[in-house]
């Protein structure tokens, strides 16, 4: 059974950091790629970041560009979302995922999710 946990959510001010963390398991993910969604309340959810399971090829939204950085632990099955300079508008429920054919184009493709942890940008 596959399972995505994510962790590290919580409430923090502006301008302070959170760090993400998704523990994969139940199958092998070397030929997925892993993403970071968010939902903020009453809009879509939107793709965050992308990543393969090597680290070598990062993909991020314009809106956390140059604030946040995705990395993986491919020995722990885990990925990381470090959020660094947090904005209230970056108030939202963070979902870990993945998808054989995941791209921040293709933000459909998502095979499976995690349940979601909340992040909170107090101003």
């Known amino acids: 059974q596959v399972q995505l946990v994510e962790s590290g959510g919580g409430l923090v001010q502006a301008g302070g950091s959170l760090k993400l963390s998704c523990a994969a398991s139940?199958?092998?993910?070397?030929?997925?790629?892993m993403g970071w969604f968010r939902q903020a309340p009453g809009k879509e959810r939107e793709v965050v970041s992308a990543?393969?399971?090597?680290?070598?090829?990062?993909s991020y939204a314009d809106s956390v560009k140059g604030r946040f950085t995705m990395s993986t632990d491919y020995a722990k099955n885990t990925v990381f979302l470090q959020m660094n300079s947090l904005k209230p508008e970056d108030t939202a429920v963070y979902y870990c995922?993945?998808?054989?054919?995941?791209?921040?184009?293709?933000?459909?493709?998502?095979?499976?999710w995690g349940q979601g942890t909340q992040v909170t940008v107090s101003s």
């Open positions: 995922a993945t998808g054989k054919r995941f791209t921040m184009a293709t933000p459909n493709s998502v095979d499976y």
């Open positions: 139940g199958r092998s993910f070397s030929r997925y790629i």
């Open positions: 990543i393969n399971w090597s680290g070598g090829s990062t």
